[in-house]
T-cell receptor, first 113, second 114 residues
Framework: GEDVEQSLFLSVREGDSSVINCTYT??????LYWYKQEPGAGLQLLTY?????DMKQDQRLTVLLNKKDKHLSLRIADTQTGDSAIYFC?????????????FGTGTLLAVQP | NAGVMQNPRHLVRRRGQEARLRCSPM?????VYWYRQLPEEGLKFMVY????????ESGMPKERFSAEFPKEGPSILRIQQVVRGDSAAYFC????????????FGPGTRLTVL
């Protein structure tokens, strides 16, 4: 089945690290993504990880993938007020013709100054 | 290189009217996806098109909704006889090829049905 779940809300202080978690159900997922959505805007691709990787780091962002538990996380180091947004994880399932993205419900990250 | 363009950004329709949403993919991209975001929900896949072909419309409601991506011009999502439940943000994404499937999203069209 296709189902992606996230916690709804996370509040952190500026300068702290943020960790946003996501669980998915489809073991055939090949790519997993993190998107950022600011108010009234479209989605911005932050990073993605291939399913045969455990970790990917890109500047302040670290993605961890536990394929056994179907758990994905996004860590933002030194969180800034500009990081306040909704973060969506998404999975893409290869093998069919579509490669559609299955999105989680989104996590609202609030950064307190 | 301009990003994915969508217009209009905001659209207001009365119940029973038609809504036409347009999406111009990034230059060089021939794969277009439409997603719908209901208030306070995640995005839900609607339809995937390549030039002149609908590849997967498994997320489209059975009635009133249609999509096209002609050889020339933007992709169109058309909603006939809109109802209040159609009020949502509609996002278009494009990709160059389905391999990595790096989809680039447009700013969305926010449809309000009165």
């Amino acid at each position: 089945g296709e189902d992606v779940e996230q916690s709804l809300f996370l509040s952190v202080r500026e300068g702290d690290s943020s960790v946003i978690n996501c669980t998915y159900t489809d073991s055939s997922s090949t790519y997993l993504y993190w998107y950022k959505q600011e108010p009234g805007a479209g989605l911005q691709l932050l990073t993605y990880i291939f399913s045969n990787m455990d970790m990917k780091q890109d500047q302040r962002l670290t993605v961890l993938l536990n394929k056994k538990d179907k758990h994905l996380s996004l860590r933002i180091a030194d969180t800034q007020t500009g990081d306040s947004a909704i973060y969506f994880c998404a999975e893409s399932i290869q093998g069919g013709a579509t490669n559609k993205l299955i999105f989680g419900t989104g996590t609202l990250l609030a950064v307190q100054p | 290189n301009a990003g994915v363009m969508q217009n209009p950004r905001h659209l207001v329709r009365r119940r029973g009217q038609e809504a036409r949403l347009r999406c111009s993919p990034m230059k060089g991209h021939s794969h277009v996806y439409w997603y719908r975001q209901l208030p306070e929900e995640g995005l839900k896949f609607m339809v995937y098109l390549q030039k002149e072909n609908i590849i997967d419309e498994s997320g489209m409601p059975k009635e009133r909704f249609s999509a096209e991506f002609p050889k020339e011009g933007p992709s169109i999502l058309r909603i006939q006889q809109v109802v209040r439940g159609d009020s949502a943000a509609y996002f278009c994404a494009s990709s160059q090829k389905p391999g990595v499937n790096e989809q680039f999203f447009g700013p969305g069209t926010r449809l309000t049905v009165l």
